[in-house]
C-alpha cells in the first residue's frame, strides 16, 4: 500500500480524457458544493503506476474545504467554497469502485452523457444473472399460468419498489442528497441501523450470489469434464438415464441418471479407466474442491480490474441462452395439457401452493434496487429516468417469461413428466450434448471472471466498514476468502440445489432491499411533510407484509 499513500492525479499528467468507463460524468453543481473535488485513496486498493497524481496544492485544498464544510449543518450555505477555489470539471478527478482515477468529464448542468437506450441496456444486463437458470423450475412449482402471473405480477411490484428507490432523496428537502446512494437515504432516516443492516443484507445478496455461482461452475465444469471423457471414449450417458429418443435428446436427472453401468453395451472405455474417472471426477465429492485452486487465488487480488474487462460475456452468456432455448423448443415442439388443480402422469396443475418458491427467485431476479441509483445517474435526460427504469424491467420480465415459457411448454411430456423439469434447466440436456456443452462452457467462464469481483465487493464492504481498511493485511483477506470460498464448497458438496439457494437469499436481501426499505423510507417521507393518508399508509405496509411472508414461506415449502 505504500505505493497509494501519495496523492493520486496531477492533471498535467494526462491531457486526454480517459476512455471507456473513465468518462464518468456528474452534475456540475455538485462541483461547487461543500463536497470534496478529489477523493483521497484511503480504502483504494491500488492504481496503476501510470495512473496521475494529484498535486500537493490540490490535496492540500481539498482538506481545507472539508474542514470549512464540517463547520456548519448540511443546509447552511455560509462557508460554502467560492467558484474561483473549486477547480473546474475538466481538473477533477474520482476514483472508479474499481481502484482506477479518471477525470470528470465536463456538461450541461443535470445532464449525463448515456443515451435511454444505453441506461436501459444496463439495468437490462445488469439484473439478468444466475436466476435465469431458475426460471423454468419455478415456473414448473408454481403452476404454468399461475407461474407466468407470478412472473408479471413480481415484475410490476419490484418495479414500484426499485421506483421509490429512485425517488426517495428527492423527498429529503432539508439535505444535499446529489452524492448519495441508497444506503445514504438508509442512514438518513434509520441511523447507523440503516446503515449496518444495509450492509448485512448486501452482504447477504453477494454471498449468496457467490455460493449459487459455485454450486453452478462445479456442475458446468462436471459436466465438461464428462463431456470430454464420453467423447474420447465414446460413451453414451443418455442410455441410463429416463430420456427422449431422438436428435435432440432430453433427460430426467435424478439418482439414477448419469452414466450408464459398465456392463452396459454402449461403454467401451476400459472399466478401470472408468472406475477411476468416477473416482477422480465426482460432481458433489471431488470437482468443488478442484475450484479451490483456480478461484482462491484469484479472489487474494489486490485490485480485480482485469476481470471487469470481460464483463461483456454475461450479455453473450444471455444471448446464447435465449438461442439455444429457440433451437430446442423448434425441434421438440410444444407438449401441454391444461389441469387446473389436479395432477396427472405426465403435467402438473395450472395452480400450485408451492408458487412462492418462485417469489423468491424472483425477488433476487428483479433485484437492482441497492444500484439503481448509480445506474441512472450517468442519463443523459434525468426526467427519463422513471421510463427508461419502466423499460428496463419491461425487457426483463420478457425475457424471463420467454426463458421460462419456452423451456416449460417444449419439455417433452410424455415421454418425461413435466416434474423432471431440474433448477437449472442445462441439467435436462446430457453432457453430450453440443449446443449445452457449449452453454456451460461459456457460462463457466463468464462466472470466474464475475466471482473474482464479488468477492472484491464483498470485502469492499465488510472489511472496509470493519477496518477501514479493504486490504489490512493478507492474513484478513486470505480468512475471509476461505470463509466464503468454504461456504461454497460445502453447499456445492451437501445442497447443490440452486433453486433453493437462490429463493432463500432473494428472498432474504429482499425483504430489507425491495420491500421494507423502500415502502418505509417513503412512509416516513410522507410523514414529514403531512401528506401520509391512510390508503398510502395501508398500502405500503402490504408491501412490507408481503415481503416478511415472502421471506417465512421460503422455509415450510
Known amino acids: ?64 474545504i472539508q474542514y470549512y464544510s464540517r463547520l456548519t449543518g448540511p ?8 467558484d474561483h477555489v473549486v477547480p473546474g470539471p475538466e481538473e477533477c478527478y474520482v476514483y472508479s469502485p474499481l481502484g482506477s482515477a479518471y477525470r470528470l468529464q465536463s456538461y450541461t448542468e443535470g445532464h449525463g452523457k448515456n443515451t435511454s437506450v444505453v441506461t436501459i441496456f444496463m439495468i437490462w444486463n445488469t439484473m439478468l444473472g444466475t436466476s435465469i437458470l431458475s426460471i423454468p423450475w419455478g415456473i414448473k412449482q408454481a403452476g404454468f399460468t399461475a407461474g407466468a402471473c407470478v412472473i408479471l405480477l413480481m415484475g410490476l411490484l419490484t418495479l414500484y419498489c426499485c421506483y421509490r428507490v429512485v425517488e426517495s432523496r428527492a423527498l429529503i428537502a432539508s439535505v444535499d442528497t446529489v452524492a448519495w446512494e441508497y444506503p445514504d437515504v ?48 465414446h460413451i453414451n450417458d443418455t442410455d441410463s ?8 435428446p432430453v433427460i430426467c436427472p435424478g439418482p439414477g441418471s448419469g452414466r450408464p453401468d459398465n456392463g452396459s453395451g454402449a461403454v467401451h472405455a476400459n472399466s478401470t479407466e472408468l472406475q477411476l474417472f468416477d473416482t477422480w471426477w465426482d460432481k458433489s465429492r471431488t470437482v468443488p474442491f478442484y475450484l479451490v485452486g483456480l478461484l482462491l487465488p484469484l479472489l487474494n487480488f489486490r485490485s480485480p480490474s482485469f476481470f471487469s474487462k470481460f464483463n461483456v460475456l454475461g450479455t453473450v452468456s444471455v444471448l446464447y441462452l435465449v438461442f439455444l432455448v429457440t433451437l430446442k423448443a423448434a425441434h421438440l415442439g410444444f407438449h401441454l395439457e391444461f389441469h387446473w388443480f389436479t395432477p396427472t402422469e405426465f403435467f402438473v396443475p395450472e395452480i400450485r401452493f408451492a408458487f412462492p418458491q418462485l417469489t423468491g427467485i424472483l425477488t433476487l431476479a428483479f433485484f437492482i434496487h441497492n444500484c439503481v441509483i448509480t445506474l441512472l445517474k450517468n442519463n443523459r435526460n434525468q426526467e427519463n429516468n422513471v421510463r427508461d427504469l419502466s423499460i428496463a424491467y419491461l425487457l426483463v420480465t420478457l425475457t424471463y417469461l420467454y ?37 456451460r462452457i461459456f457460462l463457466l467462464f463468464q462466472m470466474m471472471t464475475v466471482y473474482p469481483l464479488l468477492g472484491y465487493l464483498a470485502r469492499v464492504q465488510l472489511l472496509g466498514h470493519v477496518f477501514g481498511d479493504v486490504y489490512p493485511s493478507v492474513f484478513h483477506v486470505l480468512v475471509l476468502n476461505l470463509l466464503i470460498v468454504g461456504a461454497g464448497v460445502l453447499t456445492a458438496c451437501f445442497y447443490p440445489n440452486i433453486g433453493g439457494i437462490i429463493r432463500y437469499s432473494g428472498a432474504a436481501c429482499g425483504l430489507a432491499f425491495v420491500f421494507v426499505y423502500p415502502a418505509l423510507t417513503y412512509i416516513l417521507a410522507l410523514r414529514q411533510e403531512g401528506r401520509l393518508t391512510w390508503p398510502r399508509l395501508l398500502a405500503h405496509v402490504a408491501i412490507i407484509v408481503l415481503g416478511l411472508a415472502n421471506l417465512i414461506v421460503q422455509f415450510f415449502l
Open 1 to 64: 500500500m505504500e505505493g497509494d499513500t501519495t496523492h493520486l492525479l496531477r492533471p498535467e499528467a494526462d491531457p486526454e480524457p480517459c476512455p471507456g468507463p473513465g468518462n464518468i460524468q456528474f452534475d456540475s453543481a455538485d462541483l461547487r458544493s461543500k463536497r470534496p473535488f478529489c477523493i483521497e485513496p484511503t480504502n483504494i486498493i491500488r492504481a496503476n503506476d501510470v495512473t496521475p497524481r494529484v498535486s500537493d496544492e490540490a490535496s492540500a485544498m481539498n482538506k481545507r
Open 75 to 82: 443546509a447552511d450555505k455560509a462557508l460554502l467554497a467560492p
Open 186 to 233: 438508509c442512514r438518513h432516516y434509520f441511523g447507523s441501523f440503516g446503515q449496518w443492516s444495509s450492509l448485512l443484507f448486501s452482504l447477504v445478496s453477494l454471498i449468496g450470489a457467490m455460493v449459487v455461482y459455485w454450486v453452478l461452475m462445479s456442475n458446468f465444469l462436471f459436466n465438461t469434464g464428462e463431456f470430454v471423457f464420453n467423447f474420447v471414449h
Open 241 to 248: 438415464a429416463l430420456s427422449t429418443n431422438d436428435s435432440s
Open 403 to 439: 426463458i421460462g415459457v419456452l423451456v416449460y411448454a417444449s419439455f417433452p411430456s410424455p415421454p418425461l413428466p413435466k416434474d423432471c423439469i431440474a433448477q437449472n434447466f442445462l441439467d435436462n440436456f446430457p453432457s453430450s450434448d453440443i449446443l449445452s456443452f457449449i452453454a
